[in-house]
């Protein structure tokens, strides 16, 4: 039972070529398979999350697959949507250097501080399950630029304010090492 949590995680990596390749194939209802795709791979991060918490079967390696899928996948919406032009590239740039700062800032964390992360907060899940809604409705329903700029300027936002807390915890962690030092 170990290894399902982070074969799922495995199964979310590989989802995101065919993410990309459905987003882009030129057929009808294509969005459609997107949407499906792009929602298996949300559903499959509960699952392995949930899978690990329930049978307590948590890894080393599936702490650094979970969140790797969720990024690639993450980061492949935005930057297809971008493509494709409903999407500024400036959202592009904040949600990438968010993503690189975090993951330098969990690295330095547990390399230098000696710690495990705290799992992911509630205002970290409320932005992703935001950012999916925001992705989906754009993919779905014809939106007119300005809104689709506001929509993702509030994902965005709600990310950012996310990414603020995360550092607050990396700030926490860090004094509490020197602390004990």
Known sequence: MKIVPNIISIFRICLVPVFVEVYFADARDIRVYAIMVYALAAISDFFDGFLARKYQVSSNLGKLLDPLGDKLMTFAV??????????????????????????????VVHKVAHVELPPAKFIGKVSTVVFFLVCVSVMIFAIPGNIVILMISGAILLMLLAFASYIQTYVVVMKNREKSR
């Open 78 to 107: 935005i930057l297809c949507m971008t493509i494709a032009g409903p999407i500024p590239i400036w959202a592009v740039v904040i949600i990438g250097l968010k993503e690189v700062l975090m993951a330098i800032g969990g690295y």
